[in-house]
């Protein structure tokens, strides 16, 4: 029996690593489920917003074998109407799959959809996050006009909405209206992250010396500038913060940088840039805690690999890990609570190495479950199924 068919329309795929957690949303899909379907996805031929070089590693302009999947990247002029409905045409999907709200290309293959030939292949349309109340807030004005007009043509007519989790369903019901069909999966992990990890390879920890990681694309969104605010009137103990990430809104890094030249000498800053994915891991490894002051975060795979390398998390109450305090493997703080968030960093540069040694296995730990859950994977299949079904 022939195989069913997912064609996937997302922004950045690998052998990218700078777009954030979206694209890993399709990379960890077509891992765990490439056994069950076929997997094309057509995405960008750059590596994010910050990098408009086209890959060298693939070819632009025709299929190519990336893992189990095989992608098609496009340059700008094939995003288009016409071109989708070619390619559409050569694969016959049974299903689409889209990553975005926002994306050029998933809007570029509804568009296309109207078409009778493609009107009656599902579609499932996962946000990642866009149509919550913090996301919506950035470019307010230009993200209401889309979703106005996008109701008006029936855009997402006959859609059917991926959440991650319930609460994550009630934004996309606020941002779209509650006549929608919307249905709960979480976000797929990859199937292990670092194996072979030892809690010996974090390092020492001791009274009055504290290293801090932060890794995200620079944009307002994840709110850096906060957190060196905060480490502004940080003058005792020895503090290291690595910020990694690409740097995509170069106005909001501006500000970062005008707030890092006002940190005392005691607080010293690596700045990394972009880096590779094994890379990343590596640098978390290398870090006591992880850092993510975010506005809003739907699930955030940064957070879920900072926890499998032993990095607790100080992070904001606006993502999907608020347990983490609970399993003492970090503190979700409200960003109301500036001095709170002082307070937590001064704590941090006090921990000895027993308390330390006690969270860094409690967030291995965590990951670790998280990974090993059958009901996650299970959540998606259900999710495929309802799709192929109609």
């Known amino acids: 029996m022939q195989r069913k068919k997912i064609m996937v329309f997302c922004d950045y795929y690998l052998p990218g690593f700078k777009s954030g957690g979206g694209m890993w949303t399709v990379v960890n899909l077509v891992d765990r489920f490439h056994d069950r379907y076929d997997f094309y996805v057509v995405a960008r031929n750059h590596d994010g917003k ?13 299929w190519n074998a990336v ?34 709200v926002f994306s050029k290309p998933a809007i570029t293959l509804l568009r296309a959809r109207k078409n009778a030939e493609l009107s009656g292949v599902p579609v499932i349309l996962s946000p990642c996050g866009e149509l919550s109340g913090a996301a919506l807030k ?10 106005s007009l996008a109701n008006l ?19 996309i019901k606020a941002a779209i209206g509650e006549d929608i069909e919307v249905l709960c999966a979480p976000d797929l992990p990859p199937k292990s992250i670092v194996p072979d990890f030892d809690i010996l390879d974090k390092p020492a920890k001791r009274n009055g010396a504290v290293r801090f990681i932060f890794v995200s694309r620079i944009v ?46 005691n607080v010293t800053v690596n700045v990394t840039g972009a880096l590779p994915y094994g890379e990343i891991l590596k640098r978390m ?65 006090e921990m000895d190495a027993e308390e330390f040694s006690r969270m860094a296995n409690a967030a291995r730990e965590q990951a670790a479950n998280w990974l090993a859950d059958e009901s996650v994977e299970a959540a998606t299949a259900s999710l ?7």
Do not use: Q
């Not at 910050?50 to 025709?62: I, N, Q, R, S």
């Not at 288009?80 to 045409?89: A, I, S, T």
């Not at 043509?153 to 934004?171: P, Q």
């Not at 020895?238 to 970062?256: F, H, K, M, Q, S």
């Open 285 to 349: 490894t290398a870090a006591h805690f992880f850092v993510l002051p975010t506005l809003n975060e739907n699930f955030g795979y940064v957070l879920l690999e900072a926890l499998a390398c032993g990095a607790p998390l100080l992070i904001s109450d606006r993502t999907a890990w608020n347990g983490v305090e609970a399993k003492g493997s970090g503190w979700p703080l409200p960003l109301e609570d500036p001095e709170g968030w002082s307070e937590l960093i001064i704590r941090c540069i």
């Open 220 to 265: 307002r969104k994840k709110n850096l500038h906060f957190f060196l605010e905060r480490l502004s009137s940080c003058r005792t103990g020895e503090i290291t913060l690595d910020i990694v990430g690409p740097i995509e809104d170069a106005d909001y890094w501006r500000e970062c940088e005008a707030a890092l030249k006002t940190l005392p000498k």
């Open 67 to 100: 893992g189990a999947a095989k992608v098609f990247y496009l340059d700008a002029k094939r995003v288009n109407v016409g071109f989708f409905k070619r390619l559409v045409g050569e694969i016959k999907p049974d299903m689409f799959f889209l990553n975005s």
């Open 384 to 390: 495929l199924e309802r799709a192929m079904g109609g």
């Open 153 to 171: 043509t029936g855009l997402h007519r006959h859609v059917i909405w991926r959440a991650s989790f319930e609460s994550d369903a009630k934004e």
């Open 50 to 62: 910050a990098d408009v070089e086209p890959y060298k590693e693939v070819k632009t302009g025709e």
């Open 138 to 147: 950035l470019k307010a004005a230009k993200k209401k006009l889309f979703l």
